[in-house]
């Protein structure tokens, strides 16, 4: 079997996908893409194709080895992004021609199914104590919100106050017991972050997602010595090399490397067996499409440290097209009770409406994220 040929499809709402196709006619998807830089994603993925055309697709490590050191400059969001794509798909072309789950090929399941947690936006009390009540009822046992909206190095006390109201806003509706997971989003500096998670104790939070930006880890020893939540990162870092001060610095908890970002399957994975031996847990990100959930599935399946997973049905962001919309069988990923079961198809256990990607590919996006300024008229973390 020889790789034919790369396609990539940006679709609506912010999503690139990739298809892989073979002389066979078996083909792979993946989902390469920097949210807001799906276009520069593309043209990285065009470039690596000029290698693995006439390839044999299954030689996934080695062509992982020579899309990531065959180039001089290596690393960072949009290359490590594009191999995750392509990667993800050559695992999908496995899969379909030997008849099995990816997660069967990396070892079988530990695991039938894995709770997942909904996004409840964050911004205003009333709409996220409403969010999370909706969450609630379809069956979410956890939630995660925004802490804040932008916020200076040094800001005023009434922007904790109104963290902490929107805080107990959701715990009023939800009770006690759902599990509370609180993204700052990096939009926190240090000085700001030991007041707020030193405020936020009492809430018994699942965890505090990327307190600081990952580009001050130095810090994050004395930010987890005030707080007793775990604290959760690991979104904008793209390798094994990145995750390493990560664990030999401490003080991290859950790490959040995301399957479409870090190198697909086959370096989420070494990411995940890394964490494993600092005893640290496993969330991974994903707030993207379909194919990405299914790429996070399969490493659900066989991680054992893998505990929730994040996914985008529903989200602000989809506006227009949902998770559903590219796939064949909706109830493939089907909730229930707070879980998803782990896809059991060949491949990557999901089956992509192609005519329909197609379709949507000619209205294409260009989403950007949004560009905050503080009042003083500074950029602000978004």
Known sequence: MKITRLTTFLVPPRWLFVRVDTDEGISGWGEPVVEGRAHTVAAAVDELSDYLI???PSHIEDHWS???????????PVLMSAIAGIDQALWDIKGKHLGVPVHSLLGGPVRERIRVYSWIGGDRPADTAKAAKEAVARGFTA????????????????????????????????????GLGLDFHGRVHKPMAKVLM???????????????????????PELASISPAPIALGE??????DFKRVFTMGGVDIIQPDPSHAGGITETHKIATMAEAYDVALALHCPLGPIALAANLQLDA??????????????HYNAGNDLLDY???????????????????????IEVNEAYV?????????????????????????
């Open 302 to 315: 066989i991680c054992h440290n893998a505990f929730i997973q994040e996914q985008s049905l529903g989200i």
């Open 327 to 349: 796939v064949t069988d909706r109830s493939v990923f089907a909730y229930e009770n707070g879980y998803v079961s782990i896809p059991g198809g060949p491949g990557l256990g």
């Open 54 to 56: 006439g390839k044999d």
């Open 236 to 241: 904008r870092l793209y390798s094994r090399y």
């Open 198 to 220: 030193r405020e936020l104790v009492p809430f018994k939070l699942m965890f505090i997602e990327e307190p600081i930006l990952s580009d001050h880890l130095e810090s994050i």
């Open 66 to 76: 020579v899309m990531y050191r065959g180039g001089f400059y290596r690393g960072g």
């Open 358 to 382: 197609a379709e949507r590919a000619a209205v294409g996006h260009r989403w950007r994220n949004p560009i905050w300024r503080h009042n003083d008229g500074s950029v602000a973390e978004w």
């Open 143 to 178: 939630v995660k919100m925004n802490a804040t909206e932008e916020m200076h190095f040094v800001d005023t006390h009434a922007k904790v106050q109104r963290v902490l109201e929107n805080v107990q806003a959701v715990r009023d509706a939800v009770g006690p017991d759902i």
